[in-house]
């Protein structure tokens, strides 16, 4: 039902958001998304937007946005939902002022899951598009 699949989002939602995994040269976040979903929430904007001042005056820092969908349906639709995702964060980014040059997006639809497609938590794990920042 609705009501079972907000309760749910909302207990993945309270895991997952505030975590930033870094690795040397590379910082890693993640945004999530709903089924077939392309908008970004106001949670994802706002994790966004805490992580542009950790790059958005550094020149030497490069953006890549990757999208990625569940393992529910056809391939072609992930492929394309998931590169309309990585899509809304470039644009999101644009419009905050990030130059174009140091932005590149892309999609790889199912073909890179975090989780299990089994079950709906691994299902919404997997609906995100990483925010990839490459220091030079």
């Given amino acids: ?18 975590k930033t995994e870094s690795s040397g040269n590379m910082t890693m976040k993640s945004v999530y998304f709903g089924f077939n979903g392309t908008g970004l929430s106001d949670d994802a904007k706002k994790e966004i937007d805490a992580l542009l001042p950790s790059f958005i005056n550094d020149p030497g820092v490069k953006v890549e946005v990757v999208g990625h969908a569940d393992g529910q349906g056809e391939w072609s639709i992930n492929a394309y939902v998931s590169r309309l995702r990585a899509e809304t964060v470039y644009r999101y980014l644009r419009r905050k002022n990030v130059p174009r040059n140091r932005l590149n997006y892309f ?19 997997n ?9 030079n």
Wanted: charged content about 35%; hydrophobic content about 35%.
């Fill in 107 to 125: 999609g790889r639809g199912n073909a890179y899951p975090v989780a299990s497609n089994e079950n709906e938590v691994g299902r919404t794990l």
């Fill in 1 to 18: 039902t609705e009501a079972r699949r907000n309760a749910l989002m909302e207990k993945v939602k309270k895991y997952i958001y505030g």
């Fill in 127 to 135: 609906r995100r598009a990483e925010i990839i920042l490459i220091k």
